[in-house]
């Protein structure tokens, strides 16, 4: 059920048109479009933390340990510090793997249709449900 309302119906709504397809479950013919989103969001998330914990708590900190200010709990400033850098620097390695993952995903559907599906027949054991569904596309 989760897939279903993640996706907006799910296969039920958008079935898969073709094998390829299939493989991305309740997703369906919707995938690419929810990759697309999740790419985003993932995005804008990461952007967001970098932002709010650079200028909210690690300047902060960063500060407070510079002057020598007293702040709320001075024996855990360095310790908030640390923690707060690695989400930066984790949030900083995700954007760093976006550009990757996104071209991965253009070559990968550039070059499916230039598939030789009679050797792919050959080479994968199946049901006959799925060669019908090859045969089709």
């Not at 958008?14 to 929810?34: C, D, T, V, W």
């Not at 990759?35 to 985003?40: P, T």
């Not at 200028?55 to 340990?65: E, G, K, P, S, Y």
Request: hydrophobic share 45%; charged share 20%.
């Amino acid at each position: 059920w989760g897939e279903q309302f993640f996706t907006g119906g799910g296969s039920k709504t958008n079935p898969p048109r073709n094998a390829h397809e299939k493989l991305f479950g309740a997703s369906g013919a919707k995938f690419p479009k929810i990759y697309r989103e999740a790419i985003q969001f993932q995005t804008w998330l990461a952007v967001a933390l970098i932002v709010y914990s650079t200028t909210q708590i690690i300047v902060r900190d960063a500060t407070a340990l510079y002057l020598g200010a007293d702040v709320g709990c001075p024996e855990t400033v360095v310790q908030e510090l640390i923690l707060w850098s690695v989400f930066v620097a984790s949030s900083i390695f995700q954007l760093s793997l976006a550009p990757t993952t996104f071209l991965n995903y253009c070559f990968v559907t550039s070059v499916e249709e230039f598939v030789k599906k009679d050797m792919v027949k050959k080479s994968i054991v199946c049901d006959s449900h799925d060669i019908d569904i090859m045969e089709r596309t």
